[in-house]
């Protein structure tokens, strides 16, 4: 098997995205960005600048943690990975500590990102399961 993974290591290394793949992620990166951004600003804002109060709740202050999670994202990890598709599609060379910072922010934005809804669904459950004592907690 170790044989097999280190001649795929290999390959891979010498065999890019086809340029087609590349662009067609690069386009798809850069929508999720435009979108991403915006959207996520716009929650942060509600739950900040409520002038009578009525957001801050539980529920919202999660809400928009994982806004603020998803922003990370769209202002960190796609303006990386543009950048990184963008250089597979033009056939540039790509350094091995490019594709680690990129790993490293999907990684650590992501997980944040999926914490923030487990914490969301537990909240949720908590809420829907003791419905008249949840307020009080």
Not at 32 to 55: E, H, Q, R, S
Not at 109 to 115: D, E, F, G, Q
């Amino acid at each position: 098997m170790t044989y097999f993974q280190g001649l795929f290591e290999k390959h891979c290394q010498t065999v890019g995205a086809p340029t087609q793949l590349s662009f067609f992620t690069t386009t798809f990166s850069l929508l999720f960005m435009i979108l991403n951004v915006p959207g996520n600003v716009l929650v942060i804002l509600a739950v900040a600048k409520d002038p009578y109060k009525k957001l801050r709740t539980p529920f919202n202050y999660l809400m928009a943690n994982l806004a603020l999670a998803d922003l990370i994202v769209g202002t960190v990890t796609d303006p990386m990975s543009i950048y990184i598709h963008w250089k597979e599609g033009i056939n540039a060379k790509l350094l091995k500590s490019e594709y680690q910072i990129l790993h490293m922010s999907y990684f650590i934005s992501c997980t944040a990102s999926v914490l923030s809804l487990a914490t969301l669904a537990v909240e949720r459950y908590l809420a829907i399961r003791n419905p008249h004592t949840y307020r009080n907690r």
